[in-house]
Nanobody, 123 residues
Framework: VQLAESGGGSVQPGGSLKLACAASGFSLSDCGLGWYRQSPGKERELVSSIRIDGTTTYADSVKGRFIISRDFSRDDVKGTLYLQLNNLKTEDTAVYYC??????????????WGQGTQISVSP
């Protein structure tokens, strides 16, 4: 299993970045993939997810600013997950992780993790 994020960096408030996560070595479950983030002193939180059927979810704090998308092979074993981050705010500063999700009864939980990429938003 490989999940490798790229695209992090430093940006001023109001700026944009696009993250990519190259994924391979596992088949997508119906839960799909997700982007999480973790700020110092805070728990890791789900930012956005995209299910195998294309359904997307967003945390309230990023709705209207972030866009998740994916580009996967037909058999869903290799591809790239993206997160377009627009109108960035200082509170978006965090390490961003992509994750392969798996079903746990009625919920989807992260099973595979990338190494993370840092985004810093400051004036």
């Amino acid at each position: 299993v490989q999940l490798a994020e790229s695209g992090g960096g430093s940006v001023q408030p109001g700026g944009s970045l696009k993250l990519a996560c190259a994924a391979s070595g596992f088949s997508l479950s119906d839960c799909g993939l997700g982007w999480y983030r973790q700020s110092p002193g805070k728990e890791r939180e789900l930012v956005s997810s995209i299910r195998i059927d294309g359904t997307t979810t967003y945390a309230d704090s990023v709705k209207g600013r972030f866009i998740i998308s994916r580009d996967f092979s037909r058999d869903d074993v290799k591809g790239t997950l993206y997160l377009q981050l627009n109108n960035l705010k200082t509170e978006d500063t965090a390490v961003y992780y992509c994750a392969g999700l798996r079903r746990n009864e009625l919920t989807c939980i992260p099973k595979f993790w990338g190494q993370g990429t840092q985004i810093s938003v400051s004036p």
